[in-house]
């Protein structure tokens, strides 16, 4: 591992132009680790250009990316965090930069890039930035901005679900490196965590409507539908409305809880599934999706499809 992430560091110092990506629909490990990775290059390397693409905006804690012309990725190093297949890559403008490296934990079910380090071991990608950045400074050495520290923590704490993720195995390892972010960094906890947790009203209400509306076909399952017509009434975009999956977490008996919202006009559907110990990501992974093996997801063309994911549960389930 000591030498894979030499030689990233190897890349990072020769190129002039560094763009980050993430994955479609990002969430605080995707983009707190990019963010992360741009402070630290820009810090130690002030001359280099430095974007996150996507041109994302209105996350609490993060900056906005950037927008940026086709000719931008000329000649650039491309790094693409948390992100398992080459589809679901945000801005696929990615494919016209001159080297690709891909930084991820999920299961390598496609793997792409002209250099990959991929770690299933690691509870958060932004865990694997800041070990980048702590073997890095061995070399470099490397300089870390205090706002660094506070992406870190952020992709750390949301992909261990408020740590409550966390297999025995990681925990060592994992509670040391946050342990160690908190410690250098300039930021409560509590203040970000519930900065981060923190929701709308008709988010709240939207929760208790999943919690109300929920199907159970079999005692070990429970999946919910969220169509465009029920996204008018409850007055939610689609952005909004994904992602609530864990609304329907903790039910006695349950294995796997899923959520399926729609995306007008597109139609397409996505699929969010989430396992209290069955893994779901090679189910992902045949529907085009992908993830952790507890925690993944698709894209969908229809309700059809759904039908087919649901189908293929009932049988996950019933073993």
């Not at 707190?32 to 820009?42: D, E, H, K, P, T």
């Not at 403008?93 to 071991?121: A, C, E, M, S």
């Amino acid at each position: 591992m000591e030498e894979l992430i030499y030689q990233i560091w190897l890349k990072i110092a020769a190129y002039q132009v560094i763009i980050l990506h993430y994955h479609v629909l990002p969430d605080y490990d995707a983009l707190g680790s990019v963010f992360a990775l741009q402070a630290i290059i820009r810090a130690t390397w002030p001359s280099k250009e430095v974007y996150v693409a996507g041109g994302v905006s209105g996350w609490d804690l993060l900056p906005p990316g950037d927008i940026l012309e086709d000719s931008c990725w000329s000649g650039a190093l491309v790094i693409i965090c948390d992100c398992s297949n080459k589809e679901r890559v945000e801005d696929q403008r990615y494919l016209k930069g001159d080297l690709v490296i891909k930084i991820d934990h999920h299961r390598d079910f496609q793997p792409f890039g002209n250099l990959v380090w991929v770690d299933t071991t690691m509870v958060a990608t932004a865990e694997m930035i800041y070990l980048l950045y702590l073997y890095g400074d061995a070399h470099y050495p490397l300089q870390i901005p205090q706002e660094a520290y506070l992406y870190h923590f952020a992709g750390m704490v949301t992909d261990s679900g408020n740590f409550r993720f966390v297999e025995k195995e990681q925990a060592a390892r994992f509670y040391r490196h946050a342990s160690q972010v908190v410690a250098a960094g300039n930021f409560s906890p509590r203040e970000v965590m519930s900065q981060i947790f923190q929701q709308d009203e008709k988010i709240l209400r939207y929760r208790g409507y999943l919690m109300n509306s929920f199907i159970r076909p079999v005692p070990s399952l429970v999946y919910a539908k969220v169509d465009a017509v029920n996204l008018e009434q409850l007055e939610l975009s689609w952005q909004e409305a994904v992602g609530h999956v864990n609304s329907l977490m903790g039910i006695k008996g349950v294995l796997v809880w899923a959520l399926f919202v729609e995306e007008p006009p597109e139609r397409r559907i996505l699929c969010e599934l989430r396992s209290g110990g069955l893994v779901v990501n090679e189910l992902a992974y045949t529907f085009g999706g992908g993830g952790h093996p507890l925690a993944s997801g698709c894209s969908l063309t229809g309700w059809q499809q759904v039908d087919e994911v649901i189908a293929a549960l009932h049988k996950l389930v019933s073993g």
